[in-house]
Nanobody, 122 residues
Framework: QVQLVESGGGSVQAGGSLKLSCTAS????????MGWFRQVPGKEREGVAR???????TYADSVKGRFTISRDNAKNTLYLQMNSLKPEDTAMYYC????????????????WGQGTQVTVSS
């Protein structure tokens, strides 16, 4: 059974930092491209960052220079370091896995976690 479990969300003031984690089980983790997405009620889920199997990364323009995605294949864990947080970063954050790392389209990702809430106050 595949499981992706996010943690690390919380409430922070604007300008602060949070680090999200996502631990995977039931998959050959190193073979998957991993992504972070976020969603607010009433809006579509949007891709934030993804990390390829070879460690290369891609970011949404809205988070470039502020967020850093990384992975530890020995621990089957994905991270998202979020710095200089803004109120507009408030959302439920999800990690997801795909074998084909070519887009931020949510339907390209096969496995999803349950999400962790990030709230940034002004």
């Amino acid at each position: 059974q595949v499981q992706l479990v996010e943690s690390g969300g919380g409430s922070v003031q604007a300008g602060g930092s949070l680090k999200l984690s996502c631990t995977a089980s039931g998959i050959s983790y190193a073979r998957y491209c991993m992504g972070w997405f976020r969603q607010v009620p009433g809006k579509e889920r949007e891709g934030v960052a993804r990390i390829h199997q070879d460690g290369s990364t891609t970011y949404a323009d809205s988070v470039k220079g502020r967020f850093t995605i990384s992975r530890d294949n020995a621990k089957n864990t994905l991270y998202l370091q979020m710095n200089s947080l803004k109120p507009e970063d408030t959302a439920m954050y999800y990690c997801a896995a795909t074998a084909y790392c070519y887009s931020f389209r949510p339907d390209a990702y096969v496995y999803w976690g349950q999400g962790t809430q990030v709230t940034v106050s002004s």
